[in-house]
């Protein structure tokens, strides 16, 4: 079993419209948990962390559910440059260590 | 503020040769990690350095290893190249006992074996 795992999508959005996914993590010691963005051939790029109680930031939407060890992720009024593939990302420790990827689901937003 | 580079950006290479691949972390940062990323997949974590010394290893034989320098900048060695070290080679840097675990990676070296 992957330690991080996410559907690859594609998920294809209109334009304006909400899209979420989420990922799910094996390891029930995970302390820090993000989500990455990656456009074709480029590096991650940390789009957010991921807190306990959930957090916003602009359209984006993170939550955390450590009982059934899940993350998701939201986007609002989709935009064309949110196509990318993100990643979900688990961490063991709070503060150094390695960083677990998942796969990475892509996003396809159309006009 | 620079990000993180790396050099070179593209490589390639045949069988059995030995590569470096090179890093400077972003301004203030003191910890360099290392990942390899396979088309299709996300990045696997090969190493971190902190304080020129490995302090965390994942799952790579020893053919991989590494050195960090005192102005916290690193390196990436790959002895005895095989076809299926051809991969996205990303570099990250981080700043050690901060609350999170946050990395922020380089541009990568595109590494072509032949």
């Known amino acids: 079993r992957k330690e991080v795992e996410q559907d690859p999508g594609p998920f294809n959005v209109p334009e304006g419209a909400t899209v979420a996914f989420n990922c799910t993590y094996s390891?029930?010691?995970?302390?820090?948990f993000f989500w990455y963005r990656q456009d074709c051939r480029k590096e991650p790029k940390l789009l957010m962390s991921?807190?306990?109680s959930g957090n916003e930031d602009g359209r984006f939407t993170a939550q955390l559910n450590r009982a059934s060890q899940y993350i998701s992720l939201l986007i609002r009024d989709s935009k064309l440059s949110d196509s990318a593939t993100y990643l979900c990302?688990?961490?063991?420790?709070?503060?150094?260590?390695?960083?677990?990827f998942g796969a990475g689901t892509q996003v396809v937003v159309t006009p | 503020d620079a990000g993180v580079t790396q050099s070179p950006t593209h490589l390639i290479k045949t069988r059995g040769q030995q590569v470096t691949l090179r890093c400077s972390p972003k301004?203030?940062?003191?910890?360099v990690s290392w990942y390899q990323q396979a088309l299709g997949q996300g990045p696997q974590f090969i190493f971190q350095?902190?304080?020129?010394?490995?302090?965390q290893r994942g799952n790579f034989p020893d053919r991989f290893s590494g050195h960090q320098f005192p102005n916290y900048s690193s390196e990436l060695n790959v002895n005895a190249l095989l076809l299926g070290d051809s991969a996205l080679y990303l570099c990250?840097?981080?700043?050690?006992?901060?609350?999170?675990?946050?990395?922020?990676f380089g541009p990568g070296t595109r590494l072509t074996v032949l």
């Open positions: 990250a840097s981080s700043i050690s006992g901060r609350s999170r675990n946050e990395q922020f």
């Open positions: 390891n029930s010691a995970s302390q820090s």
């Open positions: 350095y902190y304080e020129e010394e490995e302090r």
């Open positions: 301004s203030g940062h003191d910890t």
């Open positions: 991921v807190y306990s």
């Open positions: 990302v688990v961490s063991p420790t709070d503060s150094w260590g390695k960083l677990q």
